[in-house]
């Protein structure tokens, strides 16, 4: 079964935005935008399976990256009515100096006219 995807220019747009903003808020540990675009009940998937909820996932950000040179690539945004899937692909520098890469999915609701994410599972290399 194929979904069928509709969106207009401003969702994707929107979205657009808001992963930049997402993947800049990990690369500088700002857990205060991350309070503004995650929904109040949202859960992350960390790579090693453990599960946090807003507040772990915010104490968890607000320390500092121990990656560097952190960037998202091949970022596809899928619009399915007021829901959003976007997928990623990062690539980063471990603290040992080697390079890395993993990949992202990222779940975003409208809600009251605007995008929240509400779920996310990170995957690291």
Do not use: C
Request: no cysteine; net charge neutral.
């Amino acid at each position: 079964m194929q979904a069928t995807t509709v969106a207009n220019n401003a969702d994707t747009d929107a979205l657009r935005k808001l992963n930049d903003d997402y993947i800049h808020a990990v690369r500088t540990s700002d857990a205060r935008r991350f309070r503004e675009i995650l929904a109040e009940d949202f859960l992350n998937t960390n790579p090693d399976g453990s599960l946090l909820d807003k507040a772990g996932f915010l104490e968890q950000i607000a320390r500092p990256l121990a990656l560097s040179n952190f960037e998202a690539h091949d970022v596809r945004i899928r619009v399915l009515g007021d829901a959003a899937i976007i997928h990623g692909r990062t690539s980063y520098t471990k603290p040992d100096g080697q390079a890395a890469s993993g990949r992202y999915t990222d779940i975003w609701v409208r809600s009251d006219g605007r995008w929240l994410a509400v779920a996310a599972q990170v995957s690291r290399g």
